[in-house]
């Protein structure tokens, strides 16, 4: 039977999770993660690949708008759902999902694409790069303590019901995401993403508790989100506290909550498996040893559309280069580019038959792009090739960030 790929209708949509549900190993959901992912699927977006009457391939892509080095939001395609039936693997269906979704996303006006990856060695065939990592640590709080800044104790911290204290954790969200690279700003319905808590998603946790952190006038500057794990030994009790969410405006509402975290009764463990890698917890912990600590890749880039994408950003170093990009799949990429910046100001990038400084592949360049991951730790493994002496080093320095970037939620 012939294969045919399209837009799914919106009374598809069951059929087309289920596939992807058996893609995924065939563990259903819980019924509020369902509901919650079909309320958030854009079905103008959702591509499903049929078989008959039965899906068996598919991919979809969020509409985000994406915080970039400067500041700058930028619309960016989330992609999400991919997958493809065991039955129907090495049909070249994945790839030509991904052609079809690339070309509608370029069709769209976004500059970028951006996805996690269930297996990051995938995505690089189609130009796909790391370009954040998350920090996965677990603190033994019996043997680290925490030096915390002034103004620590001038914090107040209060529990609060996750659900009534939303709106107050949104705006400290909302206002940091143009100060660090890779975080979406949410769009309406995703703030219901970090309160799912349904039974099966607890891990043998406790409902999802919250703490507020407030200046003495009342203002919310922080807040975390957090199960408490109970265990029991012949010793006594082996808790952990499992973070999902901490967010502050200042050094010491973000010690605050830390330290409020590590002297909860009864635990003597606090883990949070998704941390940006600058975290600061890691300049306040006495033992950083104690504080194990796993990096592991977060959120893929794809430049979509070359120039649009490397003139929404900002640059930390002036530069004046010319780079040959490497791009077979989207070869509307490809060729030589002259990049020129100020120091923080506005960027410029054409297309120039002049000889090029740098050679690399688009998917070097989406791994550089939020600034996280340096173009000379990937040319020292032999991924940029210098050809004029000292342009690395320029356009490494620009392409660099002050903070890391970071994923604070799967997608």
Not at 35 to 56: H, P, S, Y
Not at 106 to 130: K, N, Q
Not at 300 to 311: G, N
Request: charged share 25%.
């Amino acid at each position: 039977m012939t294969l045919e790929m399209r837009v799914i209708q919106t009374d598809e949509w069951d059929v087309w999770y289920d596939h992807l549900e058996l893609a995924f190993g065939g563990v259903p959901e819980s019924p509020a993660e369902r509901e919650l992912c079909k309320a958030l699927t854009d079905t103008d977006r959702a591509l499903g690949v049929w078989d008959g009457d039965g899906c068996v391939g598919s991919a979809g892509a969020f509409s985000f708008r994406l915080s970039v080095p400067g500041g700058a939001i930028v619309p960016a395609a989330g992609v999400t759902a991919v997958g493809v039936s065991p039955t129907h693997r090495r049909r070249g269906i994945l790839t030509s999902l991904m052609r079809r979704q690339l070309d509608d996303i370029r069709a769209g006006g976004e500059p970028l694409a951006v996805l996690t990856a269930s297996d990051p060695a995938i995505y690089g065939r189609f130009g796909y790069g790391t370009a954040a990592y998350a920090l996965a640590v677990e603190i033994d709080t019996t043997r680290v303590r925490l030096s915390v800044p002034p103004g620590t104790d001038g914090i107040r911290l209060r529990l609060a019901d996750p659900r009534k204290a939303l709106a107050d954790c949104e705006r400290v969200y909302a206002a940091l995401v143009s100060s660090r690279p890779g975080m979406p700003a949410r769009q309406p319905g995703w703030e219901e993403l970090p309160l799912l808590d349904a039974p099966s998603m607890r891990e043998g946790g406790s409902p999802l508790k919250c703490v507020v952190a407030e200046r003495e006038d009342g203002e919310v500057v922080g807040y975390a989100r957090y199960r408490v794990k109970a265990d029991w030994d012949l010793t006594g009790s082996e808790g952990k506290v499992e973070v999902s969410d901490l967010d502050a405006l200042d050094p010491a509402a973000s010690a605050a909550l830390w330290r409020y975290l590590f002297s909860i009764d009864l635990t003597w463990t606090v883990r949070a498996p998704r941390r940006p890698v600058d975290d600061p917890v890691l300049h306040l912990v006495s033992d950083i040893r104690r504080a194990r600590t796993r990096l592991r890749d977060s959120l893929h880039v794809r430049l979509v559309d070359l120039p649009a994408a490397l003139e929404a950003r900002a640059y930390g170093a002036p530069v004046d280069v010319v780079v040959a990009v490497e791009d077979a799949f989207c070869p509307w990429n490809e060729g030589r580019w002259r990049l020129v910046a100020d120091a923080g100001g506005a960027a410029r990038c054409t297309r120039t038959a002049e000889p090029a400084d740098l050679e690399l592949s688009v998917r070097e360049l989406g791994s550089a792009y939020l600034g996280g991951i340096t173009l000379t730790s990937l040319a020292a493994a032999g991924l940029v090739r210098e050809l004029r002496p000292g342009a690395l080093t320029e356009a490494s320095r620009a392409f660099a960030g002050d903070v890391a970037p970071w994923l604070p939620h799967s997608f």
